[in-house]
């Protein structure tokens, strides 16, 4: 689907990207477009490994992109530091 529709933005858990890396060695495939201009990776821990295979099936080192989950936004979003602390 990525060779036919050309997606500039993806993302999903390592699981995913470890999978389709699986599947794309299997049948000795590479992705023959470098349309992707963003691959997130998240919800899960991140394997030095996927980041090495998604690289090796064609997926720029430079799309490659962590990302955090609403857990991890909903802590930053109420952060307080310093000054800013108020106890009522």
């Known amino acids: 689907m990525i060779d036919k529709y050309q997606p500039t933005h993806t993302g999903g858990p390592n699981f995913s990207y470890a999978l389709l890396a699986k599947r794309m060695k299997a049948t000795g495939r590479t992705l023959s477009t470098n349309c992707i201009r963003h691959a997130a990776i998240a919800a899960e821990p ?3 490994k996927t980041l090495q295979d998604m690289q090796n ?3 720029s080192h430079n799309a490659i992109t962590a990302a955090y989950g609403m857990a991890e936004m909903c802590l930053r ?5 310093g000054d800013e602390i108020c106890v009522h």
């Open 57 to 59: 099936i064609g997926i």
């Open 46 to 48: 991140i394997a030095p």
């Open 77 to 81: 979003a109420t952060l307080a530091v």
